[in-house]
């Protein structure tokens, strides 16, 4: 999500006193909001990847503490990052846009913890909210985004044992919840229900005590290497020959082969010392894709085979270490046999739109589109919603041979590439943050690289997001 200077409008209201805080406080939300919310939520708070902000209901039973505590603290484990990197003020600023979305105020906080029947509390769980909840409160499957769940929900059942929720909500914001209902989810009213006062007051206390118990939900993988590699005692040629063999012993369909560094340079220029092997299990593809969308940034599943100074390694990126900028402990269950790293921008512009400004935005950069992988061959007949999804690849090739010669462990990130694809009436296109690699690998040089295609991705997505 795009991240822009903030305005020096201070000075500029005390010389001319013409505008209120109240109005600059409403201005810069709605620029921070698109800045770091837009692109999950929906520009109007409609959702997407995240939940609905502008629904009614939740306006009307969510105090501001909630919302500011959701900021700040996120759903680890579920998709939502937390912006621990925003002032105070910024939040606040935030905050003040989603109340514009109502015209009623926000309710009072109320502090202090409900008191019912936790037993009861438990029996009533069971029957009116584990369907979608889940028997532990973790929550309903997916992201959010019409892959993952029909179109015609507007949200998935929110995990409600994750430490960020519990957080966040008050046992008040959590009853006011239970007693209004959501419109447009299968969450009715529990008082329309049946339920009385007492019932929902037993099946708060019941929630708050998954404050006591583990949270799947914020699983996170831990893992050392950046990059997996091994040594071959073959030939480059037949070390290649090797890794397509066990490609197809482990029933993966081999998608590419080839150098590196083709469609960078003219066919038959690039260096013969790199070679890559693309494959795809595309049942696996398909769960992958229902738990997260945006997986598309570890596709294809790539092993890069290299000879340097005389010996020839095979790498891939290691999956464990990736998977921890997509905040989904579904998807690290995944990789198991932060997501403010991702960058993430959404546009209403038509798939094809979107596509053909991303690729112009690539070229305007300075940088050479090397391909465009499909993903979503078999989408549609598997249940999705789209038959529109691609990875392109992008670099320059100097810049690439030079990083490489330095630093061959450098070859499974390379080349660039982002992830584009449809989602209902709008396209998303995402990658992930350059500078998450200045923790992978600690060297200045890199750091200096990395921070140099950090600034221009951003501008690559914030150019396809408001094309020109």
């Not at 406080?25 to 939520?41: E, F, S, V």
């Not at 109502?102 to 037993?119: C, L, N, Q, R, V």
């Not at 708050?208 to 071959?232: K, W, Y």
């Amino acid at each position: 999500m795009m991240r822009m200077l903030r305005s020096p409008i201070v000075l500029w209201v005390v010389i001319l006193g013409l505008s209120s805080p109240l109005a600059h406080a409403a201005h810069d939300g709605a620029r921070l909001y698109a800045q770091h919310c837009a692109a999950c939520h929906g520009s109007a708070g409609t959702g997407g990847v995240g939940v609905p902000l502008a629904q009614p209901d939740l306006l009307a039973t969510v105090d501001d503490r909630y919302l500011i505590g959701t900021i700040r603290h996120g759903r680890p484990g579920r998709v939502m990052p937390a912006f621990r990197q925003l002032s105070d003020a910024e939040v606040k600023a935030i905050v003040a846009h989603i109340r514009s979305w109502s015209a009623k105020p926000a309710p009072t906080p109320a502090t202090g913890h409900i008191k019912g029947d936790k037993t009861r509390g438990a029996k009533l769980y069971a029957e009116r909210c584990a369907a979608c909840h889940g028997d532990q409160g973790q929550g309903g499957h997916g992201t959010g985004v019409t892959f993952s769940r029909p179109r015609d929900l507007a949200i998935l059942a929110p995990a409600l044992n994750n430490p960020g929720f519990l957080t966040a909500a008050s046992d008040a914001v959590i009853k006011a919840t239970l007693v209004r209902g959501r419109e447009g989810t299968p969450m009715s009213s529990f008082l329309k229900q049946g339920l009385h006062e007492r019932d929902i007051d037993d099946i708060v206390t019941f929630v708050r005590g998954f404050e006591h118990a583990p949270a799947a939900s914020a699983t996170v993988i831990v893992t050392e290497s950046p990059i997996i590699v091994r040594d071959s005692n073959y030939s480059l040629q037949q070390t290649v020959e090797n890794v397509k063999q066990a490609f197809s012993a482990a029933n993966m369909r081999i998608v590419r082969t080839g150098p590196l560094e083709a469609g960078l340079v003219e066919q038959g220029s690039e260096n013969p010392k790199q070679y890559i092997v693309d494959a795809c299990d595309f049942k696996f593809l398909n769960r992958a894709l229902a738990v997260d969308p945006r997986v598309g940034l570890f596709l294809p599943c790539r092993i890069v085979v290299s000879e340097h100074g005389g010996k020839v390694q095979v790498m891939s990126i290691n999956p464990k270490r990736l998977s921890a900028i997509f905040n989904n402990s579904e998807l690290n269950e995944m990789c198991e046999p932060r997501a403010d790293e991702l960058i993430m921008v959404r546009t209403t512009q038509t798939f094809p739109e979107a596509m053909a400004n991303l690729q112009q935005a690539i070229q305007d950069h300075g940088y050479k589109v090397a391909r465009v992988q499909r993903v979503d061959i078999g989408l549609t007949s598997s249940g999705f919603k789209t038959a529109e999804y691609r990875v392109v690849f992008f670099g320059r090739i100097e810049e690439q041979r030079a990083l490489t010669a330095q630093h061959p462990e450098m070859l499974p990130y390379l080349p660039l590439k982002i992830v584009i694809f449809a989602e209902g009436d709008s396209t998303l296109a995402l990658t992930n943050s350059p500078a998450l690699l200045g923790t992978f690998f600690r060297d200045p040089a890199l750091t200096r690289q990395f921070q140099h295609w950090e600034r221009d991705v951003r501008s690559i997505l914030d150019q396809v997001a408001n094309p020109r």
